[in-house]
């Protein structure tokens, strides 16, 4: 079993920047991708950024240039720091891990961005 835990959710003022953890456990395979989805009220889940454990990141045009995953392999651990936030970026973010047919979410933390 893996269990991801997220952290750094926040509210924000538009222009204002969080930074988002995401530490997995458990039983993690050596080749995994790792990444971000976020779902607004009334919207579907979407990709917002994820990267391998080779390092190939990938981004939601609309986080392009104001966002960036990283990860610390050693600690099983992704981040996410969002800069120049704006208020479409408001939505509860989901960690996610994934390889082969399986795939692991965490329990969602809140975004707001608001003035």
């Known amino acids: 079993q893996v269990q991801l835990v997220e952290s750094g959710g926040g509210l924000v003022q538009p222009g204002g920047s969080l930074r988002l953890s995401c530490a997995a456990s458990?039983?993690?395979?050596?080749?995994?991708?790792m990444g971000w989805y976020r779902q607004a009220p009334g919207k579907q889940r979407e990709l917002v950024s994820s990267?391998?454990?080779?390092?190939?990141?990938n981004y939601a045009e609309s986080v392009k240039g104001r966002f960036t995953i990283s990860r610390d392999t050693a600690k099983n651990t992704v981040y996410l720091q969002m800069n120049s936030l704006k208020p479409e970026d408001t939505a509860v973010y989901f960690c996610?891990?994934?390889?082969?047919?399986?795939?692991?979410w965490g329990q969602g933390t809140q975004v707001t961005v608001s003035s």
């Open positions: 458990g039983s993690i395979n050596s080749i995994y991708t």
């Open positions: 990267i391998t454990s080779g390092g190939t990141t």
């Open positions: 996610n891990i994934r390889w082969a047919v399986r795939t692991y």
